[in-house]
Protein backbone atom coordinates (compact mmCIF):
# COMPACT_ATOMS: atom_id res chain seq x y z
CA UNK A 1 0.00 0.00 0.00
CA UNK A 2 1.46 3.35 -0.99
CA UNK A 3 1.18 6.46 1.40
CA UNK A 4 -1.69 7.97 -0.63
CA UNK A 5 -3.67 4.70 -0.42
CA UNK A 6 -2.67 4.92 3.51
CA UNK A 7 -3.92 8.03 4.06
CA UNK A 8 -6.99 7.81 2.39
CA UNK A 9 -7.91 4.29 4.57
CA UNK A 10 -7.01 6.49 7.54
CA UNK A 11 -9.67 8.97 6.66
CA UNK A 12 -12.09 7.03 5.60
CA UNK A 13 -12.09 4.80 9.03
CA UNK A 14 -10.36 7.41 11.56
CA UNK A 15 -12.64 6.29 14.45
CA UNK A 16 -11.97 2.80 13.96
CA UNK A 17 -7.91 3.39 13.65
CA UNK A 18 -7.98 5.52 17.02
CA UNK A 19 -9.53 2.53 18.49
CA UNK A 20 -7.37 0.15 17.77
CA UNK A 21 -4.57 2.27 20.03
CA UNK A 22 -3.69 1.67 23.41
CA UNK A 23 -0.98 2.90 25.53
CA UNK A 24 2.05 5.30 24.18
CA UNK A 25 2.93 5.34 20.48
CA UNK A 26 4.85 7.50 17.82
CA UNK A 27 2.09 9.50 16.54
CA UNK A 28 3.07 8.54 13.00
CA UNK A 29 -0.05 8.95 10.39
CA UNK A 30 -2.36 12.06 10.23
CA UNK A 31 -5.25 10.96 11.97
CA UNK A 32 -3.49 10.35 15.15
CA UNK A 33 -1.58 13.98 15.01
CA UNK A 34 -5.26 15.82 14.31
CA UNK A 35 -6.22 13.99 17.84
CA UNK A 36 -2.73 15.72 19.35
CA UNK A 37 -3.27 18.80 17.91
CA UNK A 38 -7.20 18.90 19.06
CA UNK A 39 -5.39 18.48 22.40
CA UNK A 40 -2.76 20.90 22.14
CA UNK A 41 -5.50 23.35 20.92
CA UNK A 42 -7.66 22.70 24.29
CA UNK A 43 -5.45 23.45 26.99
CA UNK A 44 -2.67 25.92 25.17
CA UNK A 45 -5.20 27.98 23.12
CA UNK A 46 -8.62 27.75 24.68
CA UNK A 47 -7.60 27.07 28.44
CA UNK A 48 -4.42 29.06 28.62
CA UNK A 49 -4.44 31.48 25.82
CA UNK A 50 -0.49 31.18 25.36
CA UNK A 51 -0.72 30.35 22.11
CA UNK A 52 -3.03 32.32 18.59
CA UNK A 53 -5.46 29.79 17.19
CA UNK A 54 -4.79 28.62 13.63
CA UNK A 55 -7.39 30.13 11.54
CA UNK A 56 -6.68 28.08 8.42
CA UNK A 57 -8.03 24.91 10.86
CA UNK A 58 -9.79 25.66 13.34
CA UNK A 59 -9.56 23.51 16.64
CA UNK A 60 -6.21 22.57 15.57
CA UNK A 61 -2.82 23.36 17.78
CA UNK A 62 -0.03 23.47 15.02
CA UNK A 63 3.07 25.64 14.41
CA UNK A 64 6.32 25.41 11.89
CA UNK A 65 7.99 23.45 14.64
CA UNK A 66 5.80 20.29 14.35
CA UNK A 67 7.18 18.80 11.11
CA UNK A 68 10.70 18.50 12.29
CA UNK A 69 9.42 16.80 15.46
CA UNK A 70 8.46 13.13 16.98
CA UNK A 71 5.24 13.18 17.99
CA UNK A 72 4.49 11.07 21.17
CA UNK A 73 1.05 10.19 22.61
CA UNK A 74 -0.80 7.81 25.01
CA UNK A 75 -3.66 6.23 23.98
CA UNK A 76 -6.57 4.87 25.67
CA UNK A 77 -10.43 3.91 25.15
CA UNK A 78 -11.73 7.71 24.82
CA UNK A 79 -8.88 9.15 22.49
CA UNK A 80 -5.24 10.53 23.29
CA UNK A 81 -4.78 10.98 26.69
CA UNK A 82 -1.28 12.98 26.81
CA UNK A 83 0.97 13.92 24.43
CA UNK A 84 4.74 15.38 24.16
CA UNK A 85 6.77 17.33 21.46
CA UNK A 86 9.93 16.07 20.79
CA UNK A 87 12.07 18.21 18.63
CA UNK A 88 16.04 16.92 17.70
CA UNK A 89 18.28 19.90 17.18
CA UNK A 90 19.11 20.37 13.31
CA UNK A 91 20.80 24.11 13.10
CA UNK A 92 18.75 25.80 10.65
CA UNK A 93 15.77 25.27 12.57
CA UNK A 94 17.30 25.32 16.43
CA UNK A 95 14.91 25.34 19.47
CA UNK A 96 11.55 27.37 20.49
CA UNK A 97 14.39 28.27 23.29
CA UNK A 98 16.75 30.05 20.28
CA UNK A 99 13.54 32.48 19.70
CA UNK A 100 10.41 32.04 20.89
CA UNK A 101 11.20 31.20 24.23
CA UNK A 102 14.82 32.99 24.13
CA UNK A 103 13.58 35.16 27.12
CA UNK A 104 14.39 32.35 30.05
CA UNK A 105 17.91 32.52 29.05
CA UNK A 106 20.79 35.20 28.51
CA UNK A 107 22.51 34.82 24.71
CA UNK A 108 25.83 33.37 26.94
CA UNK A 109 23.71 30.50 28.83
CA UNK A 110 22.13 29.65 25.08
CA UNK A 111 25.55 29.98 23.52
CA UNK A 112 26.54 27.44 26.21
CA UNK A 113 23.90 24.79 25.97
CA UNK A 114 25.36 21.67 24.28
CA UNK A 115 23.41 20.97 21.05
CA UNK A 116 24.82 17.44 20.02
CA UNK A 117 22.34 14.60 20.73
CA UNK A 118 19.99 17.49 22.19
CA UNK A 119 16.14 17.37 21.85
CA UNK A 120 13.92 19.96 22.81
CA UNK A 121 10.88 19.03 25.26
CA UNK A 122 7.42 21.34 24.75
CA UNK A 123 3.64 21.29 24.64
CA UNK A 124 3.35 18.12 27.40
CA UNK A 125 -0.90 18.11 27.42
CA UNK A 126 -2.93 16.05 29.44
CA UNK A 127 -6.47 14.84 29.10
CA UNK A 128 -7.91 16.81 31.90
CA UNK A 129 -10.23 13.74 33.28
CA UNK A 130 -6.71 11.48 33.77
CA UNK A 131 -4.90 14.66 34.54
CA UNK A 132 -4.89 13.85 38.21
CA UNK A 133 -4.48 10.07 37.56
CA UNK A 134 -6.24 7.37 36.11
CA UNK A 135 -9.61 6.25 38.12
CA UNK A 136 -8.33 2.30 37.96
CA UNK A 137 -5.10 3.78 39.96
CA UNK A 138 -3.21 2.08 36.04
CA UNK A 139 0.42 3.99 34.90
CA UNK A 140 -0.19 8.09 35.09
CA UNK A 141 0.10 8.84 31.26
CA UNK A 142 2.81 11.08 32.23
CA UNK A 143 4.67 8.48 33.18
CA UNK A 144 3.69 6.89 29.97
CA UNK A 145 5.05 9.49 27.73
CA UNK A 146 8.37 9.31 29.76
CA UNK A 147 8.93 6.16 28.96
CA UNK A 148 7.77 6.35 25.43
CA UNK A 149 10.85 9.62 25.03
CA UNK A 150 13.29 7.30 27.60
CA UNK A 151 12.82 4.83 24.63
CA UNK A 152 12.56 6.79 21.02
CA UNK A 153 16.19 8.26 23.04
CA UNK A 154 17.80 4.43 23.26
CA UNK A 155 16.81 3.79 19.79
CA UNK A 156 17.90 7.35 18.35
CA UNK A 157 20.76 8.21 19.90
CA UNK A 158 18.83 11.63 22.24
CA UNK A 159 21.50 12.01 25.20
CA UNK A 160 20.30 15.62 26.38
CA UNK A 161 17.10 16.63 26.85
CA UNK A 162 15.88 20.84 27.23
CA UNK A 163 12.32 22.25 28.57
CA UNK A 164 10.91 25.12 29.15
CA UNK A 165 7.76 24.92 31.76
CA UNK A 166 5.61 26.09 34.63
CA UNK A 167 7.92 26.13 37.42
CA UNK A 168 6.14 24.43 39.43
CA UNK A 169 6.01 21.27 36.96
CA UNK A 170 10.28 20.82 38.13
CA UNK A 171 8.92 19.49 41.36
CA UNK A 172 5.97 16.59 40.12
CA UNK A 173 8.53 15.65 37.22
CA UNK A 174 10.88 14.39 39.79
CA UNK A 175 9.23 13.21 42.63
CA UNK A 176 6.38 11.47 41.58
CA UNK A 177 7.85 10.37 38.01
CA UNK A 178 11.74 10.55 38.69
CA UNK A 179 12.48 12.18 36.46
CA UNK A 180 15.21 14.93 37.19
CA UNK A 181 15.17 18.48 35.45
CA UNK A 182 18.57 20.85 36.64
CA UNK A 183 17.19 24.50 37.06
CA UNK A 184 19.21 26.96 33.39
CA UNK A 185 19.29 30.51 34.36
CA UNK A 186 16.68 32.12 36.56
CA UNK A 187 12.87 32.05 36.67
CA UNK A 188 10.90 34.13 33.87
CA UNK A 189 7.61 35.45 34.61
CA UNK A 190 5.47 36.25 31.48
CA UNK A 191 3.00 39.46 31.00
CA UNK A 192 0.36 36.92 31.96
CA UNK A 193 1.83 36.04 35.22
CA UNK A 194 2.99 32.91 34.54
CA UNK A 195 6.24 31.88 35.77
CA UNK A 196 8.35 29.21 33.47
CA UNK A 197 11.93 28.35 34.22
CA UNK A 198 14.14 26.21 31.51
CA UNK A 199 15.67 22.86 32.62
CA UNK A 200 17.85 20.23 31.38
CA UNK A 201 18.39 16.63 31.94
CA UNK A 202 20.69 14.26 30.50
CA UNK A 203 19.70 10.73 29.29
CA UNK A 204 22.39 9.22 32.15
CA UNK A 205 20.20 11.74 34.82
CA UNK A 206 16.98 10.41 33.16
CA UNK A 207 18.06 6.55 33.69
CA UNK A 208 19.69 7.44 37.25
CA UNK A 209 16.79 9.39 38.53
CA UNK A 210 14.21 6.39 37.51
CA UNK A 211 15.82 3.62 39.61
CA UNK A 212 16.18 5.81 42.32
CA UNK A 213 12.99 6.48 42.42
CA UNK A 214 11.90 3.01 42.07
CA UNK A 215 13.98 -0.27 40.81
CA UNK A 216 10.27 -1.45 39.64
CA UNK A 217 9.97 1.10 37.22
CA UNK A 218 13.28 1.49 36.06
CA UNK A 219 12.29 -2.26 34.72
CA UNK A 220 9.35 -0.77 33.33
CA UNK A 221 11.18 1.71 31.35
CA UNK A 222 13.30 -1.37 29.77
CA UNK A 223 10.41 -3.40 28.43
CA UNK A 224 9.42 -2.84 25.25
CA UNK A 225 6.43 -1.87 23.89
Known amino acids: MNSL?????????????LQERRGALLCDDPVLLEECFRLRYGYFVQERGWVPEDIAVPGLERDGYDEHCLHLGVWDDHG??????VLPFEPLVG??????????LSHEEREALPREGAVELSRLVVRPDVASGRDDGGV????EVFKA???????R?????YVVVEQGWLRPFAHRFGVPFRVLGTPHVFPDGTKT????????EFEAGVRRHSQT??????EGG
Open 5 to 17: QKHAELAEHPRQR
Open 80 to 85: VAAYLR
Open 95 to 104: FMLDRELSCV
Open 140 to 143: HPVE
Open 149 to 155: LYRASKE
Open 157 to 161: GFSRF
Open 197 to 204: VAGVATLE
Open 217 to 222: KYAWYQ
